[in-house]
């Protein structure tokens, strides 16, 4: 037993050491210092956690005030298209992308050495938590994140409102989409002090709602989603005469834009909006 003892030793030693060397070259790694992110939800979080002259490029989408309430302070940087040929061009050492979209890029600036972070949609308050850490660990940005997810808590925290017996609302988009239970938009709500009327009639995620059922459904608010202009069958519901009706007692219209779409913090705009839109429901 003690010569097994004595000859273990030196190997227990070996694989310490190993580890304690493993460990000092994974710090000693230093952050990318060239990132480009092709997604709308990555360009966002990118500009609000990158270090100054990290972040070199940024998708075409997040420069559309229609979908990304930080479409002014993207003009800072390029656009990119999503190409893996125009990407391999900026020599990035790493790429940010979504969990679900362009995946030919993704799978072909993988083969070519360049490594990519894929961050999937927010789903809930959890999931920007969750996304905010996943790309601040990728940027090499882990206190700022960590300052963020603190900042974030902080504001909801003074913002939210009990939702149990508030007001019933239901924010409908072009083609009658619309948002039910598990999405971040039941959180939205709820922290708004809304009940998520297509959630309490059923509906679990995104998808259609008729109008038919809307109007049988009767929330006490619409959230009609931002028009996008031009001419479209899709929007042209949302100016039914039908849903108008429904919308006519409402003290207030607010519209669905930008800051629901994405995982950030800046959701809490959103929240603040229709927490107001919630006390004037109650005080009629």
């Known amino acids: 037993m003690r010569g097994s003892v004595g000859r273990s030793r030196p190997i227990s030693l070996f694989a310490a050491l190993a580890l304690c060397l493993a460990g000092a070259a994974a710090q000693a790694t230093p952050p990318p210092a060239r990132v480009a992110s092709i997604n709308l939800c990555t360009d966002q979080l990118a500009?609000?956690?990158a270090a100054p002259g990290q972040l070199i490029s940024v998708s075409m989408l997040v420069r559309d005030t229609r979908l990304s309430p930080l479409a002014q302070n993207a003009r800072a940087y390029p656009v990119?298209?999503?190409q893996a040929e125009e990407l391999f061009l900026m020599a990035p050492d790493l790429v940010l992308a979504g969990r679900y979209g362009a995946q030919a890029t993704v799978d072909m600036l993988r083969r070519l050495g360049i490594a990519v972070v894929q961050v999937a949609p927010a789903r809930s308050f959890d999931d920007i938590r969750a996304n905010i850490r996943t790309v601040g660990t990728a940027l090499g940005r882990k206190a700022e994140a960590e300052a963020m997810i603190a900042r974030?808590?902080?504001?909801l925290a003074a913002l939210a409102r009990d939702p149990a017996t508030g007001p019933r609302a239901a924010v409908y988009a072009a083609g009658g989409?619309?948002?039910g239970r598990g999405t971040l938009i039941q959180d939205i709500l709820s922290a708004a002090g809304l009940r998520n009327a297509t959630a309490e009639a059923g509906r679990k995620g995104g998808g259609r709602v008729p109008l038919e059922l809307l109007v049988t459904i009767a929330p006490d608010l619409v959230i009609r989603a931002q028009r996008y202009g031009g001419a479209s069958r899709a929007e042209n519901m949302l100016d039914h005469p039908a849903l108008a009706a429904l919308m006519a007692d409402q003290p207030v219209h607010?519209?669905?834009?930008?800051?629901?779409?994405?995982?950030?913090?800046?959701?809490l705009r959103a929240v603040a909006e229709l927490a107001d839109a919630a006390r004037a429901l109650e005080a009629r």
């Open 254 to 267: 607010p519209r669905s834009d930008g800051t629901y779409i994405c995982g950030t913090p800046l959701v």
């Open 80 to 82: 990119n298209h999503g």
């Open 177 to 179: 989409y619309t948002s």
């Open 152 to 155: 974030f808590d902080a504001d």
């Open 47 to 49: 500009m609000m956690l």
